[in-house]
């Protein structure tokens, strides 16, 4: 018989675990909402993000979360440099220039990093316990990357709705060439949103050294949830990744009580699958 406490402990770890992945997705939705670009090296700038704040550490001790004034804007920096040297060539090409261009600039990305550091797992030491309340146990490090990717998601909707590059790249999104026609420069948002894009992927790679190892072909299986959790939420709809992401981490946690965790990854296609079929466009997707 499953305890209501347990149930209710795996319901709150796979809501701070979904922001997490929101958060990771993000990036991802917004470049495709704008560029129509899919950027399959996504997970492998988080794996950038990771390996900056695991050699902070390393070698001058730097906490991750303290690591994030450097890997924000060193992600931002990335970004705007890989837009203007590669993804501005292929922009506005067919989909599938895009997926391989970044299929190319994952492998090596991912290559770089298997070069510099070799593929062994590399993880950061640190365990701020744990916190107790009515029965629950929820751990630190957890509660403190779920407090994150809400300050990111809040942050992201006054960027968006008070800022007039955010509220031109909502613009960019919802109709481009409305947003051409009053004077917005789609390719000022463009290089913008790429850098945010990869600015937010990198971030997430610090945070996620607080809850588990890395190696250097980590970066594919986080590409993979994240097109997961764009799919689910809406494509293009930077809400709908924050709701695909929360329902794939609480369905992932609580589903974990009855099937074995070796099993856990296919839940999410599984969700996939059915979302697809019911509502093609997403949760929150418009056709």
């Not at 590669?86 to 970044?102: D, Y």
């Not at 809400?150 to 409305?178: E, H, M, N, P």
């Not at 299986?221 to 799919?231: G, K, N, P, R, Y």
């Not at 809400?239 to 099993?263: F, K, Q």
Request: proline letters at 4%; hydrophobic letters at 55%.
């Amino acid at each position: 018989m499953v305890s209501t406490l347990l149930v209710s402990q795996l319901v709150i770890l796979g809501l701070m675990y979904g922001l997490l992945y929101g958060v990771l997705a993000l990036g991802l939705n917004i470049v495709w909402g704008v560029m129509r670009v899919v950027n399959i090296a996504h997970g492998d700038f988080v794996m950038v993000g990771s390996y900056t704040s695991y050699w902070a550490f390393v070698l001058a001790g730097i906490n991750p979360i303290i690591s994030l004034l450097l890997t924000i804007p060193l992600g931002f920096a990335l970004g705007t440099a890989t837009y203007l040297s590669l993804v501005k060539r292929v922009q506005g090409s067919e989909e599938l220039m895009s997926l391989f261009l970044t299929f190319g600039l994952s492998t090596l990305i991912g290559g770089l990093l298997l070069f510099l550091y070799s593929p062994t797992q590399r993880a950061i030491p640190i365990y701020l316990g744990n916190l107790a309340y009515l029965g629950l146990s929820i751990p630190v490090n957890i509660l403190i990357a779920s407090v994150y990717a809400i300050i990111v998601a809040l942050g992201l909707r006054i960027f968006f709705t008070r800022t007039f590059w955010g509220k031109a790249i909502r613009a960019v999104i919802d109709d481009k060439i409305s947003a051409m026609l009053v004077g917005i420069n789609p390719s000022m948002v463009s290089l913008l949103t790429f850098g945010i894009g990869i600015a937010i992927a990198c971030s997430v790679g610090s945070i996620i050294m607080l809850l588990e190892s890395v190696s250097p072909v980590s970066g594919p299986d986080l590409t993979l949830i994240s097109f997961v959790i764009v799919v689910l939420g809406g494509l293009g709809n930077p809400a709908g990744a924050l709701v695909g992401g929360v329902l794939l981490g609480v369905v992932e946690s609580v589903s974990s009580i009855a099937v074995n965790a070796a099993v856990t990854p296919a839940i999410g296609f599984i969700i996939l699958f059915i979302v697809l079929i019911v509502r093609p466009q997403g949760i929150m997707g418009s056709r």
